[in-house]
Structures are given as C-alpha cells and as structure tokens.
C-alpha cells in the first residue's frame, strides 16, 4: 500500500459475482451497481451496510434493499510529531494520526443529483451526508473471511458503514477518484473526503511514509501534476462536497523541526506546493482543512503562535481563499478529544487533549487572520493511556476504534469529528531491512510485526474492532 497497490484480495472484493444465486457467508448481497445475489445463503441475513453494500451477516435482522442509502460524516488522517519537553518548543517527532466520526443520516433514494462544484459557506459536514470511503470498504471486505471469531467478525462488517478518508497517497490512485464522486453524487447532499499526501521528500521528518516524489527529481512538477488530475477528476465529477486534509505532518513539521536537515531542505518545497494545492483546489471549490500535527506537537504552549504564524502566511500566499475552511488535528494519532484525566505521557503539556489544544490555537488563529474551524481525527482514538512516549505514533499496541464521525461535536469550533486515518492500514513496517524502515515502529508499544505504511494490518485491525470505545 506503500505505493499505492490495493491488494489483491481487496480487488477481487470490488468484482460483482454475477452468477451465484445467495450470497454466502459474509457475502456482498446489495448495494449500488450490485448485480450479484440479493439473498443469503441458510441462517444468513443480507443486512444494510451502506449505500454501496449489503452484507450476508450472522443473526442479524435484515433489510437487503439496495436502494437505501446512509449517511454519515468523516474524516481523514495524519501523523504527527511529538514534543517532550513543556517550555520549550520540541523537535522530537512522531507520528500518527486519528479519525473521525461522523453523523448519520439516512436517505431513501438513489436519484442522482445533479449541480456543479459550488461553492461550500460555512461548515461543509451541516446538514449533508457523508459518503463511505469505498477503497476502505474493499480492504474490509477482503479481512472479514479472515476472522476466526464470527461475533467479531459481524462488528466488523459495521465498521465499512463509517466514513474514513480516501488517502490520495500516489499519483496512480487519483483516476479512482471520479469513479467514487460519480457514484457519491447519486446521493443528495453527498460529501466525499480525501486526503492530499503526496508532497516531495514527504515525511521529511520520519522514515515510514516518505513518498514518491523527489524535489531534486522534478518533484515540484509532479506534484503540480498530481494536483492538476485531482482537479480535473473533480471537475469531470460535480455534484458532490468535497473536503480535503491538506498534507498530514508537512506544515507542523516546519514549524518544529526545520533542525532536521530533511525538513530545512523540503521547506520552500513545501510551502510551494502546498500554496499550488490551495489555489487549485479552490477553483473546484473544495473544502479544505490545513494539516496541524496534534495535542503533543502543536498543542506544546511554545508552539501554538509559530504554527499559527505560519498557517496564516500559507493562506495569504495562496490569496486567502475561503475554501480553506480551517485544521485537521490528531490525523493519524490516538488522543481523546477530551480526556478524563490527563494521560501520563502528557508530561505537564496543559494542552493534554485536543480539546485543549483547540481551544488554545483557535485565538491566535483569529488573530493571524485564519478561519478558527477544526475537524478532529478520533477514527483510533477509544482506548487513551496506551503510550510510552507523547510522540509514539507507529501501530500503537491496543487502540481501539474512537468516537464515530459527527457534527455533533461539543465545540462550536469543531465542524466535525472524523475518522481520516482508516483504521488497520498501517503505520510503518516494523522490518528493520525493509524500505522506509523507522526505529518507531519497533518500539515496546508498537504492534509487531507490522508491514508498511498504507498496507492493510490484519491483526491490527481486528484489535481496532475489539476494543472499540463506545463498542461496535
Ligand atoms: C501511509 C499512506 C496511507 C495512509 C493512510 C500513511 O501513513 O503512508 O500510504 O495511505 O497512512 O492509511
């Protein structure tokens, strides 16, 4: 998944099966294009999931209709740096990246909405329904005939019905994305969320998810280019809100590790790109939420005004569009939006929680002259105390699935809790001779072995499940 290659098995999955007249154990039943079987195989019951499947589920009560679409809210992911020290600003690292929940609705209909790129005022989640991620809803369906445990396996299949973040993590991935937009906007009111990752010298500052592209290899070109064919997929694909995360890590990584020589030399690189991403994004009319680390990076007391300096410079350098709606925070990481009780890897930081954090950014940003309006990941987020170190970000040992995405977030600063980060794609390889190999990812509190980064993590995955906080 590294480079984008969607396993076999998750392909496969995305094939109708044209001919079997029930659909067995776990089987696709319904769903939007669904040609195949619509009933299940004895003891079986073909069972809603989401507008794009049904699924042939244990005990469970049916209602197979294909036409039946769900809405719901989400978001994407990120990794992050984490500092340790609480006066200082921190150059220590990580990463990691949360979720998202959403809202749900429901609709009834499969009428095809018609309309263009229009412009989003406000909180782009407000009364809309949030599509699922279908790349992640494959990689689910290729792990449920791997369970052994089949009550863990039905809580699991639940899991395909909540938005995730389609992570644009190779150029190749991109003529996917009309395909999903096209099949989103046959819902009303749709949002569809992507993440835009695909930087030069990415991850400048870690190991695990460096990318593609190479500044001293034409870098800056083909990233333009790589934005150029979102834009046109969007363009060819109207109908549907789209929010997008801007580069999880890059923005944070320049305000506090710019001493790492990897990330100096990335720098006018970054901010080049990202300007470009903006001012095209915009033209399209997405939504975009800027990448801004977590609690344990940004959220350092000594951090908070350099990082809204310097997301306030971007936005004026890209002309201050006001399709750049405001921050993702905790992408790809595992802090509580609010926490209990501080969590003891939190060392003194008063911003223990992203609640904190917000709350504590979201002034600087106004003044600065940048939009104060969050998302926040939560997508790993249910189990809290988990970590040796703030900045631990790789396969984080017993985390569970988090709160699920909605508006209803408590904070009139938050659009939306997200999932952006779709739980049980990995974080890093823990295979030391491998590629992209970080030392993070063999630390005491990270799940071993693991593969790379983007690649699906079974294991992992099934923790996630089980250990959900509120349960699947
Ligand atoms: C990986 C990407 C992946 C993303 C979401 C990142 O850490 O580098 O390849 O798409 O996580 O799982």
Known sequence: MKYGALPLAALVALVPAFVAAQAGQWGQCGGIGWNGPTTCTSGWTCTYSNPYYSQCLQGSSSSSSTSKSTSTTTSST????????????????????????????????????????????????????????PFYAAEIQAAIPLFTDSNLAAKAATVETIPTFFWLDTVAKVPTLGGYLKQAAQTPNAVFQIVVYDLPNRDCHA????????????????????????????????????????????LANLVTNLSDPNCSAAQTAYKQCIVYAIQQLSKVNVAMYLDAGHAGWLGWPANLQPAATLFSQILQTAGSPNTVRGLATNVANYNALSAVTPDPCTQGDPNYDEIHYINALAPMLTSSGFPAH???????????????????????????????????????LIDAIVWVKPGGECDGTSNSSAPRYDSTCSLSDADQPAPQAGQWFQEYFQTLVSKANPPL
């Open 374 to 412: 969050f998302i926040v990941d939560q997508g790993r987020s249910g189990q809290q105390n988990l970590r040796q170190q703030w900045g631990d970000w790789c396969n984080i040992k017993g985390a569970g699935f988090g709160t699920r995405p909605t508006t209803n977030t408590g904070s009139a």
């Open 207 to 250: 190991k695990a998810s460096n990318g593609e592209f190479q500044i001293s290899d034409n870098g800056v070109a083909n990233y333009e280019n790589y934005i150029d064919q979102i834009v046109a997929q969007i363009k060819a694909n109207p109908g549907v809100t789209v929010v997008a995360v801007i580069e999880p890590d890059s």
């Open 78 to 133: 990120t990794k992050s740096t984490t500092t340790t020290s609480s006066t200082t600003k921190s150059s220590s690292t990580t990463t990691s990246s949360s979720t998202s929940k959403s809202s749900t609705t429901t609709t009834s209909t499969s009428t095809s909405s018609t309309g263009t790129t229009t412009p989003v005022a406000g909180n782009p989640y407000a009364g809309k329904t949030v599509i699922p991620n």
